[in-house]
C-alpha cells in the first residue's frame, strides 16, 4: 500500500453467533460474515447483510472448514474437491442472500485453520480460489494471496491489531503468550503501526471488549489522518 494513500480497511469478524454484530457494524468498513461451516445461520447472515447494506459496509464471505464443533479453529486434511465444493456452498449461499438484501459480496477470505493452511498448502489455497470466482482475496502474505495474485485476481493484505506476530511475521498461535492483545492501549498502537503496512486492519469480534477496541482504534486512525475505507 502507498504510505501517500493514507486510506485503509477496517474489518471484523461478524455473524458468529458469539459477537455484537450491530455494535461492531457501526464501525468496521467491511465485514467477514460467517457462512455457516464454523458459525452463523441463514437467518444471521441476512441480518448482518441487511445492517451492512444500510451502513454501506462491504460484506465479504468468510470461508472455513465444515468444523462448528471446533469453531474452525483445527485444521483438516480435506481433499482438493471436498474442500472446493464446501467454499463454493459457503459463498454462494452468502451470495444469494446479499443480493437479496439489495447488495453483493465482494471478497472472500478464509477462517481460522482454513487461513493458517492456506499460506502455506497450494491444493488446499486452490480450492478457495477456484470456489469463489474471481472475488478479491483478503489475507496475510503467503500462498493463497501469490496464487490469486498469478491469476490476476486482486489481493489485500491485512494485518491483526489485537494478536502478536513471531518474528517471521507470522500470527503466534492462540496458545502461545503474547498471542492475544487485551489490553485497548496497546491495539491502538499495534493498528496504528499496521496500518502503514496493510491494506485492511481486522479486530476480532469474538474478543472481549471488541466494540470498544473497535471505536477505539477507528478513533485514533482517523484523529491520525486515516480515511477509512472498504476493501471491497
Not at 496464487?147 to 503466534?172: I, K, N, Q, S, T
Not at 485492511?200 to 469474538?206: A, E, F, K, M, R
Not at 484523529?223 to 472498504?230: H, I, P, V
Amino acid at each position: 500500500m502507498s504510505a501517500h494513500a493514507r486510506r485503509v480497511d477496517l474489518n471484523a469478524d461478524l455473524g458468529e453467533e458469539i459477537t455484537d454484530d450491530a455494535g461492531l457494524l457501526a464501525l468496521v468498513t467491511s465485514a467477514n460474515v460467517a457462512c455457516g461451516f464454523h458459525a452463523g445461520n441463514g437467518a444471521i447472515m441476512r441480518e448482518v447483510c441487511a445492517e451492512a447494506a444500510r451502513l454501506g459496509v462491504a460484506v465479504g464471505a468468510q470461508v472455513s472448514y465444515a468444523d462448528r464443533e471446533n469453531f474452525g479453529r483445527v485444521a483438516l486434511d480435506v481433499p482438493y474437491e471436498v474442500l472446493r465444493e464446501q467454499v463454493a456452498e459457503q459463498v454462494g449461499t452468502l451470495s444469494a442472500i446479499a443480493v437479496s438484501e439489495g447488495i453483493a459480496v465482494t471478497y472472500v477470505k478464509p477462517h481460522g485453520a482454513l487461513y493458517h493452511r492456506t499460506m502455506d498448502d497450494a491444493d488446499q489455497a486452490r480450492a478457495v480460489l477456484d470456489a469463489s470466482g474471481e472475488l478479491p482475496v483478503l489475507g496475510m502474505p503467503g500462498v493463497l494471496l501469490g496464487l490469486a495474485a498469478e491469476a490476476g485476481r486482486a489481493v489485500r493484505h491485512e494485518g491483526f491489531p489485537d494478536r502478536g506476530y513471531d518474528d517471521a511475521g507470522r500470527l503466534l498461535p492462540r496458545a502461545e503468550a503474547g498471542a492475544l492483545i487485551t489490553e485497548e492501549a496497546a491495539i491502538v498502537a499495534h493498528a496504528l503501526v499496521l496500518a502503514e503496512r496493510v491494506d485492511s486492519l481486522c479486530l476480532h469480534g469474538d474478543s472481549p471488549g471488541a466494540v470498544h477496541h473497535a471505536r477505539a482504534v477507528r478513533r485514533a486512525l482517523e484523529a491520525d489522518g486515516w480515511e477509512l475505507r472498504s476493501v471491497g
